[in-house]
């Protein structure tokens, strides 16, 4: 294990909640930067939305007419985990495919948005897009190429926990956050039980980074906060077979059953949306939401309806908004740092919530950034060009 130099960062102790992608990647950023970092996770890493989610690589392009700023992030970093995290991938692109009057018409504005955005196109004809993608519908008519992905939802965020690790982070798993222990308005640790040993005890740390996902409302309340989190579920399913090789997307704003995306020997259909008051809500598929995801995303590939299905799950989005929105299709996908010393009189504590697990990265370099400022450091983030260790180096040994 390597030991950070030293040098001003080392003297702070940085504790981050919250072992998804996002975590990960805030471990990793802040230990690059040389803090003493601990991340506690109240189950095994990756086991909560992170795990859930079907995989696309984003690039923008399913936001590009109604949330550019979920686009914007997207793109720029779907470019940069291709840097740092290609073994994790799959750069296969995406079809946006027309198959109704509805569609085509839309492809205009999708098309100047895309553009506005930064986000390269290829528009094809329904013929191009049969050559390319033969199981599609052959009612398509047109498709628009976008640099869409897959990406491992597993192995991506173990490559960010491996290159954090081999930087010292302490990363524990099973533990899970009882309390914030405070001192004078300000939080200065966590109170946990380690759920193998079940033993309690405190953590101390100079700031908790709150990177809870759909539970980051939870956490923000035992500080006496408020970060407003709709935990949003939407269930996917996935069957037997690569019926794409490309991210299959319909060319219409985004709803039900909407996107294909090829994992493997496998085909996964999502997503359906509804709100939750608390993410352990959303555990079950609703009754008929298999059923009508696979015939709407048969409208896309009509070989969806005779192929096995493999298996069906839960998700829940960590989206921001407040309960006006019915679905969660009209909320934002960009994601938000609150600095609660600022915005609440609570020193010592920082949430960060929102986003995509392709923009993970930049929502912990805008995390770290706000750590260091309030500590009154400045080390640069590294995290744009450092190539991550392979998975694999998390298991590996001295």
Same mark, same amino acid.
């Given at each position: 294990?390597?030991?950070?130099?030293?040098? $001003?960062?080392?003297?702070?102790?940085?504790?981050?909640?919250?072992?998804?992608?996002?975590? @990960?990647?805030?471990?990793?950023?802040?230990?690059?930067?040389?803090?003493?970092?601990? /991340?506690?996770?109240?189950?095994?890493?990756?086991?909560? +939305? +992170?795990?859930?989610?079907?995989?696309?690589?984003?690039?923008?392009?399913?936001?590009?007419?109604?949330?550019?700023?979920?686009?914007?992030?997207?793109?720029?970093?779907?470019?940069?985990?291709?840097?740092?995290?290609?073994?994790? /991938?799959? /750069?296969?692109?995406?079809?946006?495919?027309?198959?109704?009057?509805?569609?085509? @018409?839309?492809?205009?504005?999708?098309?100047?948005?895309?553009?506005?955005?930064?986000?390269?196109?290829?528009?094809?004809?329904?013929?191009?897009?049969?050559?390319?993608? $033969?199981?599609? +519908?052959?009612?398509?008519?047109?498709?628009?190429?976008?640099?869409?992905?897959?990406?491992?939802?597993?192995?991506?965020?173990?490559?960010?926990?491996?290159?954090?690790?081999?930087?010292?982070?302490?990363?524990?798993?099973?533990?899970?956050?009882?309390?914030?222990?405070?001192? @004078?308005?300000?939080?200065?640790?966590? %109170?946990?039980?380690?759920?193998?040993?079940?033993?309690?005890?405190?953590?101390?740390? !100079?700031?908790?980074?709150? @990177?809870?996902?759909?539970?980051?409302?939870?956490?923000?309340?035992?500080?006496?906060?408020?970060?407003?989190?709709? $935990?949003?579920?939407?269930?996917?399913?996935?069957?037997?077979?690569?019926?794409?090789?490309?991210?299959?997307?319909?060319?219409?704003?985004?709803? !039900?059953?909407?996107?294909?995306?090829?994992?493997?020997?496998?085909?996964?259909?999502?997503?359906?949306?509804?709100?939750?008051?608390?993410?352990?809500?959303?555990?079950?598929?609703?009754?008929?939401?298999?059923?009508?995801?696979?015939?709407?995303?048969?409208?896309?590939?009509?070989?969806?309806?005779?192929?096995?299905?493999?298996?069906?799950?839960?998700?829940?989005?960590?989206?921001?908004? !407040?309960?006006?929105?019915?679905?969660?299709?009209?909320?934002?996908?960009?994601?938000?740092?609150?600095?609660?010393?600022?915005?609440?009189?609570?020193?010592?504590?920082?949430?960060?919530?929102?986003?995509?697990? +392709?923009?993970? %990265?930049?929502?912990?370099?805008?995390?770290?950034?706000?750590?260091?400022?309030?500590?009154?450091?400045?080390?640069?983030?590294?995290?744009? !060009?450092?190539?991550?260790?392979?998975?694999?180096?998390?298991?590996?040994?001295?």
């Amino acid at each position: 294990m390597h030991t950070p130099e030293k040098g $001003p960062a080392n003297r702070f102790r940085v504790i981050v909640v919250g072992g998804g992608g996002t975590g @990960a990647a805030i471990l990793h950023d802040l230990s690059l930067r040389g803090f003493d970092t601990v /991340l506690v996770e109240r189950g095994e890493s990756t086991s909560g +939305t +992170t795990g859930r989610h079907h995989g696309q690589l984003h690039s923008g392009a399913r936001y590009a007419v109604n949330d550019q700023e979920s686009a914007v992030e997207c793109v720029e970093e779907n470019a940069i985990l291709r840097r740092i995290a290609r073994p994790a /991938l799959e /750069l296969n692109d995406g079809l946006f495919v027309a198959v109704s009057d509805e569609d085509e @018409a839309f492809s205009g504005r999708f098309l100047e948005s895309c553009r506005a955005c930064g986000i390269s196109t290829r528009l094809l004809a329904a013929e191009e897009a049969l050559a390319l993608e $033969p199981n599609l +519908t052959p009612g398509v008519r047109l498709a628009v190429q976008v640099p869409d992905g897959t990406m491992d939802a597993w192995r991506l965020p173990m490559m960010f926990f491996s290159t954090a690790r081999s930087q010292g982070a302490d990363i524990r798993t099973f533990t899970e956050v009882l309390g914030l222990e405070s001192v @004078a308005g300000g939080v200065t640790g966590v %109170r946990v039980v380690d759920r193998r040993a079940e033993r309690e005890y405190t953590i101390k740390g !100079d700031l908790v980074v709150n @990177a809870a996902g759909p539970w980051a409302g939870q956490v923000a309340r035992m500080a006496g906060v408020n970060v407003p989190i709709r $935990p949003t579920p939407g269930v996917m399913v996935a069957v037997r077979g690569r019926l794409s090789n490309m991210v299959v997307n319909r060319l219409s704003p985004p709803g !039900d059953a909407d996107i294909v995306v090829p994992q493997r020997n496998l085909s996964i259909v999502g997503t359906t949306s509804w709100f939750v008051e608390t993410p352990e809500e959303a555990l079950d598929c609703p009754e008929g939401h298999v059923e009508m995801l696979l015939e709407k995303g048969a409208e896309l590939i009509p070989g969806l309806r005779q192929a096995p299905v493999r298996a069906a799950w839960v998700a829940a989005r960590p989206l921001i908004g !407040d309960k006006k929105e019915e679905s969660g299709r009209g909320m934002s996908r960009a994601f938000r740092c609150y600095d609660h010393r600022a915005e609440d009189g609570v020193s010592g504590f920082v949430s960060v919530a929102g986003g995509k697990a +392709t923009t993970l %990265r930049a929502m912990a370099e805008r995390a770290v950034d706000l750590v260091c400022a309030k500590l009154g450091l400045d080390p640069p983030c590294r995290t744009r !060009d450092k190539v991550l260790l392979p998975h694999q180096a998390f298991f590996s040994r001295g």
